[in-house]
């Protein structure tokens, strides 16, 4: 009898296949947690929450709706809770989107981000963090350390997942970080405007963008900014998505029918490029 180890059978994935419609308008923002993932339209109010699980499976099982006015906010998961905001305000609700009592005060919300954390919702004068507790969600609030104009307020928080710090452009002036375990915002000047942000968390403390000049950028604090040459159409820039795990970040160029793979920690160092298909409008990083 062959008594050697067996070698693990390989895993491939499936083809991309529709696994289920929801009834649904206007734009979409999705967030996960291990138990639930969340959908919202800002253009609506409306959120469903979905069972992560039947996902997995190909299934799409609909928990509940959450129902608010239109407005720029966010639903998200945290464990088995959903922090939800409403169009002054974040509140705490059960997987079936009932209250559990838990708000706090958020004046015109912009979007919501989960951390290491906890998550995080930007307020015209901060940020609200909401955070798991023996009772259900708590809620702290992180204000700016000086009034901040709407035009430079923090919205569309990006990280590292899993990473507790967070990073949005601060309009013209440069990039907000937010550190959510120290509870603290830093503001860094840019030479250019950023149109994304992203925090990779890394011991460098080192933020990805990309700028309005179609560039892939890397900031340090305390170091000169690097950057790549020009890469992206400054035309669609509102189509491009910044991916940042522990050694890369990935972008999808449009235009240019490719993927582009940057060592973000050798100089914005453009490491492989990948072509596609079909124009890549959209890009999520899987597997890490």
């Known amino acids: 009898m062959d008594r050697r180890p067996r070698r693990p059978r390989a895993l491939l994935p499936g083809p991309a296949r529709v696994t289920g419609t929801l009834d649904w308008d206007g734009g979409i923002r999705a967030a996960s947690s291990e138990t639930l993932t969340a959908l919202f339209s800002p253009d609506t109010g409306t959120g469903v929450v979905l069972d992560r699980a039947s996902l997995g499976q190909g299934e799409v099982e609909e928990l509940t709706r959450v129902r608010s006015e239109p407005h720029d906010g966010a639903l998200v998961p945290l464990g088995r809770r959903l922090v939800a905001t409403t169009a002054d305000s974040v ?12 708000e706090a005060e958020c004046a015109e919300p912009r979007g919501g981000h989960p951390t290491r954390v906890g998550v995080v919702v930007s307020c015209a004068d901060g940020a609200v963090l909401a955070t798991e507790s023996d009772d259900g969600l708590e809620f702290e609030r992180i204000p700016y350390p000086e009034p901040v104009p709407d035009e430079e307020r923090a919205g569309a928080f990006d990280n590292r997942p899993g990473r507790p ?3 949005a452009v601060a309009g013209q002036r440069g990039v907000w970080v937010l550190d959510t375990r120290a509870r603290s915002w830093e503001l860094l000047p840019t030479d250019t405007p950023w149109v994304r942000a992203v925090a990779a968390s890394d011991p460098d403390d080192r933020v990805v963008g990309i700028d309005s000049a179609g560039r892939v950028v890397v900031l340090t604090p305390g ?16 189509e491009v998505d910044l991916q940042v795990d522990a050694n890369r970040a990935y ?5 240019g029918n490719m993927l582009l793979e940057i060592d973000y920690a050798d100089g914005a160092r453009l490491a492989r490029t990948f072509p596609a298909e079909v124009a890549p409008v959209h890009l999520a990083e899987t597997g890490r």
């Not at 509140?91 to 838990?102: F, H, K, M, N, T």
């Not at 170091?223 to 159409?233: G, I, N, R, Y």
Request: avoid cysteine.
């Open 251 to 255: 972008v999808n160029d449009p235009a």
């Open 91 to 102: 509140i705490a609700l059960d997987a079936d989107g009932e209250p559990l009592g838990a």
């Open 223 to 238: 170091e000169p900014v690097a950057a790549t040459e020009p890469l992206l159409p400054v035309d669609r820039l509102d």
């Open 165 to 167: 710090v967070v990073a």
